[in-house]
């Protein structure tokens, strides 16, 4: 069980981008580039202003409950869905792709970030009713993301058994080996571990895509908190922003708007995300492929298929499900189906979000408040223990290996391998040669620097000499630490970029949720590290 919980700011981690930090700090070169910052301020004027923006809700309810008819229905998901019926709620959305067994760890803290937010704003706001939504990215085409998890250091990886396109429409059939795989993998033996196998088995093995699994899956893990999984991929819901989608084949206007937003940004950030001319795919069947203009007509990459304008104009009417946004317009669908105030997303999302105010603006679409995602280090027992022998806070794990096996040796070294007080004197007696020289002949000071200059760089070699005799006395401790360092920040970057949620069930259970969310304080915007006994 967990005993200890450290909140860090991120900019003290080293793992977050410039703009981030500058953004969760509200530095003014980022002002410009978002609506609602994300806080209780934020929040409130985000609830205010998204009542000018109206949504269809009789239509996302009954495609809900159309989603939702062959799951087991949990009462916190039928209220929500009735819920959503009302002029007075609004979403929490988070999105992401549906990676297979969830992916990786953040895709499970993205999802726990929206149900405590959508919780304390009902506190706050006991008249409203706020509804944690998992927008699933189901037309995203990315097989080789998509298709591979870890667990136990190994990689799993699924080829789709042959399919294309649409990750979220691909049949579930060739999985059965793979999940075979993994349970001879999975354990230790007990309740967990059966309740785990019953949980993925029925997921991709009952359901016949993975959107359809994927959503079975999210609502078994997180239904009794009232969070709906939605999927995107229908006709009715690109019907809803079909001008959008006209305007962007005819005119590329996102193209000139983001483009305009990334010069500014550019100005002080990386850029993020580059649009294209045209940011829709055409999807269709096992085809998930860019739109591009050539000649005055509309061409599907690596395809014979062409539109002119009238043939273009009747295919988006007849078939608006075929149009899938990329990452510029994905958000414009997403908060033109749902009465959202919130959007949760990781670092490199908040990034390119930033970048599409003024796109949201042009459509008279509304902006929401734009919140990083926990992100969360779990340290186990065993870690945990390690770093109170090697005495390590919380702050330290998140420096350098090298700076960390220096510390250590510095704290516990019986001798002295420093050369900066030898270096100090050296100076000082160079610094009365020079003046003894200079007397003789002034040109000879520049002499005397670079012999200076030259004894310095003779001391850090030798420095360097010395702590690396002290490493060798100090092995065993400098191998440790270097093992704690890859285990809580695996090849160097994040654990919840690497890790899988399943541990972490197979040892709580259902309750591992429950401690995540009592752990965290979404409108806190720090790095959450939660210690284990």
């Known amino acids: 069980m967990p005993d200890g919980i450290t909140y860090l700011p991120y900019s003290d981690t080293g793992y977050f981008s410039r703009l981030v930090t500058d953004y969760l700090a509200k530095d003014p070169k980022t002002r410009e580039f978002y609506d609602h910052y994300p806080d209780k301020e934020g929040l409130a004027a985000a609830i205010k202003e998204r009542d000018n923006f109206l949504v269809n809700r009789e239509v996302l309810a009954a495609i809900l409950s159309r989603q939702y008819k062959d799951m087991p229905r949990h009462e916190a998901v039928n209220h929500n869905i009735a819920l959503l019926r009302e002029h007075n709620t609004y979403t929490i959305c988070t999105a992401h792709q549906p990676n297979?067994?969830?992916?990786?760890?953040?895709?499970?803290?993205?999802i726990v970030h929206a149900?405590?937010?959508?919780?304390?704003?009902?506190?706050?706001?006991?008249?409203?009713?706020?509804?944690?939504?998992?927008y699933i990215g189901s037309e995203d085409n990315d097989l080789d993301e998509l298709g591979t998890f870890r667990y136990a250091d190994k990689k799993f990886v699924w080829d789709g058994g042959g399919q294309e396109g649409a990750v979220g429409r691909m049949n579930t059939a060739s999985l059965e080996p793979l999940l075979n795989e993994l349970f001879n993998l999975l354990g230790p033996p007990g309740e967990n571990c059966d309740t785990l196998k019953e949980l993925l088995s029925n997921a991709y093995l009952e359901h016949s895509s993975i959107a359809r699994a994927t959503q079975y899956l999210v609502n078994e893990l997180f239904g009794r908190y009232g969070l709906i999984a939605l999927d995107p991929d229908e006709a009715v819901f690109k019907q809803a922003i079909l001008p959008i989608l006209q305007d962007d084949l005819l005119h590329?206007?996102?193209?000139?708007?983001?483009?305009t937003a990334a010069a500014r940004l550019n100005e002080h950030y990386?850029?993020?995300a580059m649009p294209r001319p045209i940011n829709l795919f055409y999807l269709k069947d096992q085809l998930r492929a860019r739109i591009e203009i050539k000649d005055g007509k509309w061409h599907v990459v690596d395809t014979d298929i062409t539109w002119d304008k009238t043939e273009l104009d009747a295919e988006l009417e007849t078939h608006p499900e075929r149009f899938s946004p990329n990452v510029i317009l994905r958000g414009v669908l997403q908060e033109s189906i749902l009465p959202n105030i919130a959007f949760i997303g990781g670092g490199a999302e908040i990034a390119y979000w930033l970048q599409l105010k003024s796109v949201f603006a042009h459509y008279k679409v509304?902006?929401?408040?734009?919140?990083?995602?926990?992100?969360?280090?779990?340290?186990?027992?065993?870690?945990?223990?390690l770093?109170?022998?090697?005495?390590?806070?919380?702050k330290d794990i998140f420096k350098p290996v090298e700076e960390l096996v220096k510390q250590y040796i510095k704290d516990n070294s019986e001798d002295d391998w420093h050369t900066g007080d030898e270096t100090a004197e050296i100076e000082k007696i160079l610094a009365l040669l020079k003046q003894k020289a200079s007397l003789l002949d002034p040109s000879l000071s520049r002499s005397s620097d670079a012999v200076l200059t030259k004894i310095k760089y003779q001391l850090l070699v030798l420095e360097k000499k010395m702590l690396r005799a002290e490493k060798r006395k100090?092995?065993?401790q400098a191998q440790r630490i270097g093992k704690l360092k890859q285990q809580l920040f695996p090849n160097g970057t994040l654990q919840e970029r690497i890790g899988n949620f399943m541990p972490y069930f197979l040892q709580y259970g259902h309750m591992y949720f429950d401690l995540l969310k009592e752990a965290m304080q979404p409108l806190m915007a720090q790095f959450l590290v939660i210690k284990d006994k």
């Open 115 to 134: 149900i405590k937010l959508a919780e304390e704003l009902k506190q706050l706001y006991p008249g409203k009713n706020f509804v944690p939504v998992y």
């Open 100 to 110: 297979l067994m969830t992916g990786y760890l953040y895709f499970i803290y993205k």
């Open 474 to 476: 100090m092995q065993v």
């Open 366 to 385: 509304f902006f929401p408040s734009l919140h990083l995602r926990q992100s969360v280090l779990w340290i186990d027992a065993a870690q945990n223990k």
């Open 270 to 272: 990386k850029v993020q």
């Open 387 to 394: 770093m109170q022998q090697l005495d390590l806070t919380v």
């Open 252 to 259: 590329q206007t996102a193209y000139s708007l983001v483009n």
